[in-house]
Structure formats: C-alpha cells, structure tokens
C-alpha cells in the first residue's frame, strides 16, 4: 500500500510547457483520457488548469494507489478516479474517446505493444478525436540529441525491448488508423509533443 505520493521530477519539469500546448488543443469541453498517468502530477495540473475539461487517468493497477493519493490532495471536481487500463486489454473501460493524451510512455513500451496500443484505439477513437504525444523520438532513425542518445541506452540496459521510438514509424501506425498529424512541437529537454486528429 502506498503511504507517500509518488513524486516525478520530470513531470514537474514539463508540465507547464506541455499545458500551454493543450490549452490549444483542448478548447472544448469534453473528457480527456490520459494513458499511463504515472504519479497523477500531470492528471492535477492539467484538470486544475483546464476545468472546462473532465480529465480521466488510466494506469496499470499498481500504479492507481499513488494516483489517488495525488488526487485526493488536489481535491477538484474535473478529475475523475484513476481507472486500471493496459494497453494489452482486450476491453478497454470506456466507450469511446474523443481526447487522448499520453506523455513518457512510448519508449517504456516494446515496439509490439506500442502496435497493440495503436491497434485498440481503432475500437475507441471517435471521429475527430485529438490525440497529444509527448516524448523522445528518433528523426529518419538518428538521435536528436546525446542525452537522447544516454537516455535509449539506459532504457535499454533496463529492458532491451524498451527504447526511443522512430517517429516515422510511430506516424505510419498513426496514419493506418486514419490519424493525421496536425503539429510536432519542439519541447524542453529534447522532447517532442506531437498532435493527432483522426480523420472520417
């Protein structure tokens, strides 16, 4: 049982410029699933600076304690209990999404659940659903920066089918489930944020 709020330097690090993004993203009122929310930092900055929006975080189950203990603290109506998801579900808990955000979980993922991922989503996305990405990732397979380059070994070191993805291949699964791309942000820290629209 978790007795401490899990806490990410990162995210503390990158929550700002990543909610000035969605501020544009996420304009309308509607319900944000966000896949992999780690520690809930993210999930409470992003609900308590867009309450237009209903934020929804999702996470494997021994991860959920910690959201709540984030999300207890924040106290704030927009943020809906953390929900158990894995990408390799067959079942999803939900109908459908119309917003979906993901930050710093591609290169935790293998090449093959990054397809399952992107495979279940064609059973999810609505029509004109957005889709924000945050994270590393390759250029015609080279590194954007040495420090990327440290952080893919490190990954690896700790499990060899972890690692920086390609964007070109993230955007070839993207594009076969009929999303395109609207923007690809440079971020902090050699990051990207890339923005989705699925298309009819």
Not at 27 to 36: F, H, K, L
Not at 110 to 119: A, I, N, P
Not at 126 to 137: H, K, N
Not at 167 to 183: C, P, R, S, W
Request: proline share 6%; with cysteine; glycine share 4%.
């Amino acid at each position: 049982m978790t007795t401490e709020k899990p806490f990410s330097q990162a995210c503390e690090n990158n929550k700002e410029p990543i909610l000035q993004i969605l501020k544009t993203v996420f304009d309308q009122p509607m319900t944000v699933w966000e896949i992999g929310s780690g520690t809930g930092q993210h999930a409470c900055h992003f609900a308590e600076n867009l309450p237009h929006l209903s934020w929804q975080p999702t996470d494997r189950p021994e991860n959920l304690p910690g959201i709540h203990l984030w999300r207890t603290e924040a106290q704030l109506a927009n943020l809906l209990p953390p929900l158990s998801l894995d990408v390799g579900d067959l079942q999803w808990p939900c109908a459908q999404i119309d917003a979906l955000f993901t930050a710093n979980t591609l290169h935790i993922m293998s090449s093959d659940e990054v397809e399952l991922l992107f495979k279940r989503l064609t059973n999810y996305l609505s029509t004109d659903a957005m889709m924000c990405i945050y994270g590393p990732f390759n250029y015609a397979g080279a590194y954007t920066s040495e420090s990327n380059a440290r952080f893919d070994l490190w990954l690896k070191e700790r499990d060899a089918r972890c690692g920086i993805k390609d964007f070109e291949a993230i955007m070839a699964l993207a594009e076969h489930i009929g999303l395109t791309l609207q923007a690809d942000h440079a971020m902090p820290a050699n990051n990207r944020l890339l923005v989705l629209r699925k298309r009819a």
